[in-house]
């Protein structure tokens, strides 16, 4: 033994402090590495999210112009707010793209995974496939979607013309604009949705649904009582991240294929956000209907997770 372990043995016994045991030293080294592991992430979020949130909320505090007039308003860009027939119409219209988009990704998205978990052929390259939209660029995406859906030019309006069916104009008539973007949507997020109920499905042990063939369930029975129930963590992350993602997304898609047109009808809330900052310079408002959107997410998160106890089941 080394003078110096023994110098170390000999101050922790006059200090009175016992000696760490091997697994004490096991655990202190595993704190250790993973406070660096996470500290690099901690300080990206902390400097790109919770600043930025901040300043969000500071900054509706404030009339800015952009070119560097700061004035303090207090309450004035909230007041302006309230009483704004356009932002309580981006509320309205997001509300109905939420709508019609949530329900559709968790139908459309359980309904791929079920069908890719069976033994199909080809089935590998049919997973890939639906998911390949989800990993190409969104405004690439809107671009294609907008040639597609194009009058007259557009493949979607040739196809119709085969059938007798005159031009109809999907992204120019303010009935049918909203409606084309939710569809395009639920086209381009349903592989990600897919694979997150692939990977909760593959998770149920399968002894279940072999007990219950046993008992003679059908397959509607082994749906409703074996594969829905043990979902519920799945179901649970998917409904409050797609939530999140149709009210702060939709930005790039909206931009590229309509403009927020026609006649406002597809003006989602974050597109109303972008407008008042970059288009009409009034940044601290934007940055007031920022703060509002944030707080109602973190709302409806917590909603969530009070309600079905963050997907948990009943044992836990």
């Known amino acids: 033994m080394s003078a110096v372990t023994v110098s170390r043995t000999a101050g922790r016994a006059r200090s009175g402090a016992p000696a760490p045991t091997g697994k004490a030293a096991q655990e202190r080294r595993q704190r250790r590495a993973a406070f660096w592991f996470l500290l690099p992430d901690s300080l990206g979020l902390f400097v790109f999210v919770a600043v930025p949130m901040v300043l969000s909320v500071v ?53 791929l995974a079920l069908l890719v978990q069976q033994k199909i052929p080809f089935v590998g ?7 390949v939209p989800y990993v190409i660029s969104l405004v690439v995406v809107a671009m294609v979607w907008e040639f597609m859906l194009s009058e007259r030019t557009g493949v979607i309006s040739r196809l119709l013309g085969l059938f007798g069916v005159d031009d109809v104009a999907f992204l120019g008539e303010p009935s049918l604009a909203l409606g084309t973007v ?3 949507t639920v086209w381009f997020q349903m592989g990600y949705y897919m694979i997150i109920f692939l990977a909760g499905l593959q998770d149920i042990p399968g002894e279940y649904y072999e007990a219950a063939r046993i008992d003679g369930a059908g397959a509607w029975q082994r749906f409703r009582q074996i594969t829905l129930p043990l979902l ?49 310079g009034e940044l601290g408002y934007a940055a007031a209907i920022g703060s509002v959107l944030v707080l109602v997410m973190l709302a409806w998160s917590a909603l969530m997770f009070a309600v079905t106890r963050g997907g948990r089941f009943d044992n836990d």
Request: proline share 4%; hydrophobic share 55%; charged share 10%.
């Open 232 to 280: 519920r963590p799945t179901s649970f992350f998917v409904v409050v991240t797609a939530t999140v993602a149709v009210i702060t997304g939709g930005l790039d898609l909206v931009f590229v294929l309509t403009g927020g047109g026609p006649a406002g009808a597809t003006t989602l809330l974050i597109f109303y956000v972008y407008e008042q900052a970059f288009l009409f």
């Open 59 to 111: 900054l509706g505090f404030f009339r800015m112009d952009g070119f560097g007039s700061f004035d303090f308003i207090g309450l004035g860009n909230y007041v302006r707010m309230a009483g704004d027939p356009q932002f309580w119409s981006s509320v309205r219209i997001t509300l109905l793209y939420l709508v019609g988009v949530v329900p559709a990704i968790f139908v459309v998205g359980l309904g």
């Open 182 to 184: 939710v569809v395009i």
């Open 125 to 131: 390259a049919i997973r890939s496939m639906l998911f």
